[in-house]
Structure formats: structure tokens, C-alpha cells
């Protein structure tokens, strides 16, 4: 794989061996020390970031970069300055510098700002097809993925909320492992394992021990730090709770790891004084029914699989039904749906009976596909009561007997009913 290339203005040479230690390994690194040598470097190697040091010792860094940036406009430019004038960083900012450091800088610091710089558009998330619900080519998902990448270019701390059903860990995990620091470890906590009083003490104390800045920092250390913090059902603490962790994360003091993203998972609305987190919400099934067959696809593979079973396809009737199922419990309770019915399967193809349907799950099925026609309420009532009866049959194998046992209804009148009905 071709290593992507950085170019380095700069003339430090304490500067320069610090940049190359940092990054020789994962980048082709080329050094300028002036604009002249600059400017012939953007022509011949195409560079696809830039370094510029605002202090050369002959020449002003940033005028160096107004002069250099209309040859290579599309590329991201990281200053660095030992000043610490936010003046400075205004100007650089406003010239169209992407991101200004102060000097000396830590390698975590650089590591992550040449990483949000290298390009949004090639971040790539890592979601594993064996994720049944965050299969589909939906509009919907695919903004979802959008914004896990705009959150991971920003370097920002995440509010993820979902609703019951939807596991919020999984996106967590996405989330750490397609970004700068997946050689660390995703730390999960659930808050509300925390709610008793006597047990906040010892949260304060784990948090600064997770969050802990190592004294000395070397590579091989990786994978024994934090890199993500996965902080669950925050909105189910106490208020005083809530405004305590957000001061701790937003102050972040000395000894606590600033490089480290934090994400709350919530299930509420409230976001009183979480301005500064990006906020993303998991979009709940009903609101991706196009994506249905592909995450029962993928669902039926897998309990198959696991039940030693030849199921291999679904009735385009029992899609049908589904399309119209509310699933108030989400991804977790189609998957649930389908392992039963799996289980109950007699052939190679799932149909409506193997589908372990309740009658109120039936009835509101059957109730949403006639509310999206306006009709008399004559007729919609006999179509609701024909659907349903129709269904009910299929998945009794046509006994009337059980289906009135289903319905607490005597058999002679169910059957008068559907006579009535078809006639």
C-alpha cells in the first residue's frame, strides 16, 4: 500500500527529527527548509498534507504559506508556533490554515490533527456484515455512517441516542475502531450501575483512573491506554451526577488524557449542557423498513446456521406483513422474531406461519395497512377484518377450531363471520 506523503517546512531541526520519529513508520515524509525548496516539493512529489513551522528562522512562516497554498488549495495545512498568541492563530486560521498548534507538542496532538486533516472523505468505517441491523443501502443508515465519519474528522466527543432495542455498544465500537486511536482499548460503562450515592465515589476514582495521563508515553503502551470511553445511560443519573461528569470532561486538567473521546449514550431528549458533543441518533427500524430484507438476510443466515437448519428464504407475503410491523422494540425484536421462527420452520423458505406473531402485534399490522388508504369505515373495517382472518388462517394451517381458540371466539361464529365476509 503507498504510503501517503507529508510535506515538512520547516528549518528546527529538533523540529524535523521530532516529526520523523512521529511519523516515519505510516507516512512517506519530505522536509523544505525554505519556500523556495517548498514550492519545488509541491510540484514533484504532489504532497497530500502540510506541515509548516511558523518560526523559520529567514522567513515568516505564515506569509511562506499565503504564498505556497494557491499551488496546492485542496490540500489541509497544520501550523505550529512556540507562541501562544491567539491572534496569530485568528490570522492563520482566517488565511486558511486548517488547524494551529502551539509548540512543543505532544505526539498524540499531531498524530490525531494529521489525521483529521488527511482527507474526511477516506476515513472508512469498520462495520462488519455479520451486523445484521446496520445492513441496507438506505438513505437513513447511510446518514448515519455520514455522520459517524464527520465526528471522527472532527475529533469530536459523541451524544449517541436510541431507543430501547437498539444497542447502542455496537456503534461505540465502530466508532473506536475506524479511528486514531483503535490500537487502545474502548472502555464501556453503564452509568446507571452508579446511581446510589455510595457508589458514586468509586465512578470519580475509576474515571480518573481510566482517564489518567501516562507519565511516559511509548508506543508499546498502546494497547494498555484508553482510547474511547463509552459512558451509558447518562441520561438516567441524577442531575447533580449529570453536571458533575460533564464540568470533569469538559475541564479535562493536567493529569487527565485530552486525546481521549468520550461518547454518552442517552435514550431521552434532554441535552441540557452537552453543546459541545456532536449529537447522533440511531435511526429506530420503523424508519428503515427498505432495509428490512437485507437485515433479515443476514439475521436468517445466522440462526440457521445455529440451529442446524435449511432455511434459506423468506415469502414475499410474510415481507409484506413486516413492512407494516411498528417494532417498537427495535432491531432486538425482529432479530427475536426471526430465531423463533427459524426454530419452527418446516421447509427451506420462512412463511407467515412460522412468524411466532401475537394477536395485538396481528391486529395493528393489519390496522396500519389500511390507514394508509382513505377509505369508508364500512370498508375498511371488513378489509381489516379479511387480512386478519387471512393471516390467522395461514398460520393455523387453516383450522378453524385453533384459530377460534386464538380469538376467544366460538367456532360457529367465526365461521358465519368469514362466510360473511367472502361472500
Not at 516515519?24 to 525554505?34: G, I, N, P, Q, R
Not at 459523541?158 to 456503534?171: C, P, Q, R
Not at 503502551?221 to 441524577?238: A, I, P, S, V
Request: hydrophobic residues 45%.
Amino acid at each position: 500500500m503507498v504510503k501517503k506523503l507529508i510535506l515538512v517546512i520547516a528549518d528546527d531541526q529538533k523540529v524535523i527529527a521530532s516529526l520523523l520519529s512521529i511519523f516515519a513508520a505510516d507516512f512517506d515524509l519530505a522536509v523544505a527548509s525554505t519556500k523556495a525548496e517548498a514550492i519545488a516539493a509541491i510540484a514533484i512529489k504532489d504532497p497530500n498534507l502540510l506541515l509548516i513551522d511558523y518560526d523559520l528562522m529567514s522567513e515568516d512562516g505564515l506569509q511562506v504559506y499565503r504564498e505556497i497554498h494557491p499551488l496546492k488549495s485542496e490540500v489541509h495545512t497544520i501550523m505550529f508556533s512556540a507562541s501562544n498568541s491567539i491572534p496569530l492563530a485568528v490570522m492563520a486560521t482566517k488565511a486558511g490554515v486548517s488547524e494551529f498548534l502551539q509548540k512543543p507538542f505532544q505526539a498524540d496532538q499531531i498524530k490525531e490533527a494529521v489525521y483529521r486533516n488527511l482527507s474526511k472523505k477516506e476515513i472508512r468505517l469498520i462495520v462488519s456484515e455479520k451486523i445484521a441491523w446496520l445492513q441496507g443501502e438506505s438513505q437513513i443508515l447511510q446518514s448515519l455512517f455520514d455522520q459517524l465519519r464527520d465526528a471522527l474528522y472532527k475529533n469530536a466527543d459523541l451524544l449517541l441516542s436510541a431507543e430501547k432495542g437498539i444497542d447502542k455498544n455496537v456503534i461505540a465500537l465502530i466508532f473506536h475502531a475506524s479511528g486514531p486511536r483503535a490500537k487502545r482499548k474502548l472502555v464501556s460503562l453503564d452509568l446507571a450501575s452508579f446511581k446510589k450515592e455510595t457508589l458514586e465515589a468509586n465512578f470519580w476514582t475509576l474515571l480518573q483512573e481510566i482517564m489518567a495521563l501516562p507519565e511516559g508515553i511509548l508506543v508499546q503502551d498502546e494497547k494498555d491506554r484508553c482510547g474511547t470511553l463509552f459512558l451509558d445511560n447518562f441520561d438516567l443519573t441524577e442531575e447533580h451526577f449529570r453536571s458533575g461528569l460533564i464540568n470533569f470532561l469538559k475541564e479535562r486538567r493536567k493529569k487527565i488524557d485530552k486525546t481521549i473521546r468520550v461518547i454518552l449514550g442517552v435514550s431521552g431528549t434532554d441535552h441540557t449542557g452537552l453543546a459541545d458533543f456532536i449529537n447522533i441518533t440511531i435511526p429506530p427500524l420503523r424508519q428503515r423498513k427498505e432495509d428490512l430484507p437485507s437485515i433479515f438476510n443476514v439475521y436468517l443466515e445466522e440462526y440457521a446456521a445455529k440451529y442446524n437448519k435449511q432455511v434459506s428464504c423468506v415469502s414475499i407475503e410474510l415481507i409484506q406483513l413486516l413492512f407494516a410491523g411498528e417494532f417498537a422494540g427495535n432491531y432486538r425484536e425482529i432479530e427475536k422474531l426471526i430465531e423463533l421462527a427459524v426454530l419452527s420452520a418446516k421447509s427451506d423458505r420462512l412463511e407467515v406461519k412460522d412468524f411466532p406473531l401475537d394477536l395485538g402485534s396481528l391486529k395493528r399490522i393489519n390496522l396500519n395497512n389500511i390507514t394508509e388508504r382513505e377509505l369508508p369505515l364500512s370498508d375498511a373495517k371488513r378489509e381489516f377484518e379479511n387480512k386478519l382472518y387471512s393471516v390467522l388462517l395461514k398460520k393455523t394451517n387453516n383450522d378453524s377450531s385453533v384459530m377460534a381458540r386464538f380469538l376467544d371466539t366460538p367456532r360457529n361464529v367465526l365461521t358465519q363471520r368469514i362466510e360473511d365476509l367472502q361472500s
